[in-house]
């Protein structure tokens, strides 16, 4: 019964930034760790980061330049993606745990949105 959709995906230069948005619905949102995983052309879905009940893992790739955040209230979760670079082309997707702890494991995600969009050019 949970749905993910995200937004904010779009085409930025090279050190610019990206605010992308997960509104999740049919669920009680603040029970469950959020992620953000991202799958570029022709690699492996990887993890970017998450936020749980007692921790916010992140990426070492994205570390210092990526923030998670969540607001409860809204049912939504954030990725704030600064200082972007070519290497982080690809579709970002939004997941939701059954957990109330954030891991770096896609199989542990239970509900995933469809996916959005960034182009980082050079």
């Known amino acids: 019964q949970v749905q993910l959709v995200e937004s904010g995906g779009g085409l930025v230069q090279a050190g610019g930034s990206l605010r992308l948005s997960c509104v999740a619905s049919?669920?009680?949102?603040?029970?469950?760790?959020m992620a953000w995983f991202r799958r570029a052309p022709g690699k492996e879905r990887e993890f970017v980061a998450g936020?749980?009940?007692?921790?916010?893992p992140y990426s070492d790739s994205v570390k210092g330049r990526f923030t998670i955040s969540r607001d409860d209230h809204k049912n939504t979760v954030y990725l704030q993606m600064n200082t972007l670079k070519p290497e982080d082309t690809a579709v970002y997707y939004c997941?939701?745990?059954?957990?109330?702890?954030?891991?770096?494991?896609?199989?542990?995600?239970?509900?995933w949105g469809q996916g959005t969009q960034v182009t980082v050019s050079s």
């Open positions: 997941a939701q745990s059954p957990t109330r702890y954030a891991v770096r494991l896609g199989d542990a995600y239970a509900y």
């Open positions: 049919g669920g009680t949102f603040s029970l469950y760790a």
């Open positions: 936020t749980g009940w007692n921790n916010t």
